[in-house]
């Protein structure tokens, strides 16, 4: 039985009123207990508070590893005074930083935030990590850092986010705009530091935390107003890196932004529920009956994402984060919408039977090899059902009635007598 619904199974249409075998098995829909997503969010925001560690306690990361990780308490004898900023001890703890490491606590910190948006599956935070986990790795490769554990664990990180990647296909107006504020705001923090660290390479020298504030601001804006200029090869460079990266936060801020906002979607924004589904290998589900309520619960607790098409104008029945489309479902442009061409099966399970026939013959139109499954509501129409050849078919009125009959008969009814009234027709 599938999902505890009894049901028949057609592939050709047949002259008798038996019920013809399943033509294609369902697999088996099972999720590891730790979804791959948590797991590459876990390592990612690991990865990054080492590299946080490594910088500002300037410790190895091996040490924070046997330390916290590991309880090895021994690890404390490797850790030198030196390694603690004096930030502890009420001294000025910036003096104490490794200016040439800050890109890796940069990195480490925007793993960090990037590793709560690996957590809500965020296409965005994907794409963004990527990205931090390779220049982390560059700046370990360039520092000759190569055999440190960060190295190790962002290779590892981007392995696995490149063979997940269909694991994070959610796009988040909230997310978006979330990590635009991050990119900006670790811009500014690289610009002022950067500009700090080669302060003596400019004209005049920057040798203040509000100069280089300001010199960062300017350049990131392009205004270049020509008081501060580098002279050197390393600042001209440096400066360039801040104009390029600049433009391209900014653009893309705008683009994220405002482009929702001009698109018409303030009220969504507002609503809170701005938020685009990417479909592919998911289940579209036609109707509000009961049973398609049931079904899209069942597949949503295995973690499989569904499409729900119900309607104009009825009532919502789903949860308020179901991906539902309002339409007619036998509309081709409204299965093209819901991205029937790469979905794994079109569910018909509208209370008309007529709708769901016109549903799975709109379906074998656009998406032919896209598995088709309809309900029989009335079980007179089972055959006419059976001559638009979905590739299976619920009848719980046909099945539940055999069953409770011979139950009152006095008939045996096991496990075996249900496989066959359901896969073999054998009534």
Not at 238 to 263: D, N, R
């Amino acid at each position: 039985m599938c999902a505890g619904v009894p049901l028949s199974c057609s592939q050709h249409p047949a002259n008798s009123t038996d019920l013809v075998k399943l033509p294609w098995p369902l697999p088996a829909l099972r999720r590891p207990l730790l979804p791959p997503h948590v797991l590459i969010a876990a390592l990612v925001g690991i990865n990054g508070l080492l590299l946080v560690a490594s910088v500002l306690l300037r410790v190895p990361g091996s040490v924070l590893i046997d330390l916290f990780v590991r309880g090895d308490l021994s690890a404390l004898a490797r850790i030198e005074a030196t390694h603690l900023p004096r930030l502890l001890f009420g001294l000025n703890a910036i003096e104490r930083i490794d200016f040439s490491h800050l890109p890796r606590a940069l990195a480490g910190l925007a793993l960090v935030a990037l590793a709560c948006g690996l957590v809500i599956r965020a296409r965005t935070a994907w794409a963004f990590t990527l990205v931090m986990l390779t220049l982390a790795a560059a700046i370990n490769f360039h520092l000759n850092i190569r055999f440190d554990l960060t190295f190790a664990l962002s290779l590892v990180c981007i392995a696995l986010l490149l063979w997940y990647w269909r694991e994070f296909d959610r796009a988040s107006f909230a997310a978006a705009t979330l990590y635009t504020l991050v990119a900006v705001f670790a811009l500014l923090v690289y610009a002022t530091f950067g500009t700090m660290y080669l302060g003596r390479e400019f004209a005049p020298p920057v040798t203040d935390l509000a100069t280089a504030f300001y010199f960062s601001i300017v350049t990131m804006t392009t205004v270049g107003y020509g008081d501060i200029v580098p002279h050197s090869t390393d600042a001209r460079l440096f400066t360039a890196s801040v104009i390029i990266f600049g433009i391209s936060v900014f653009a893309t801020s705008l683009t994220v932004v405002i482009g929702p906002l001009v698109g018409g979607n303030l009220r969504k924004i507002l609503a809170g529920r701005f938020i685009h589904v990417i479909r592919k290998n998911h289940f579209i589900v036609a109707g509000a009956s009961p049973l398609a309520i049931n079904v899209h619960h069942e597949l949503t607790k295995r973690g499989w994402p569904v499409t729900v098409i119900i309607a104009s104008g009825a009532d919502n029945p789903y949860p308020e984060d179901a991906d539902v489309m309002h339409g007619d479902a036998s509309d081709n442009a409204v299965l093209t919408q819901a991205g029937i061409e790469h979905a794994k099966a079109v569910l018909a399970l509208r209370a008309d039977d007529s709708e769901n026939a016109f549903i799975v013959l709109a379906s074998k139109e656009i998406a032919p090899t896209v598995r088709t499954i309809a309900s029989v509501n009335d079980s007179k129409h089972l055959s006419k059902l059976k001559r638009v050849q979905p590739d299976m078919i619920f009848a719980p009125p046909v099945v539940g009635g055999e069953l409770l009959a011979r139950t009152l008969s006095g008939e045996t009814v096991d496990n075996d007598t249900v496989m066959r009234l359901l896969f073999h027709g054998d009534t």
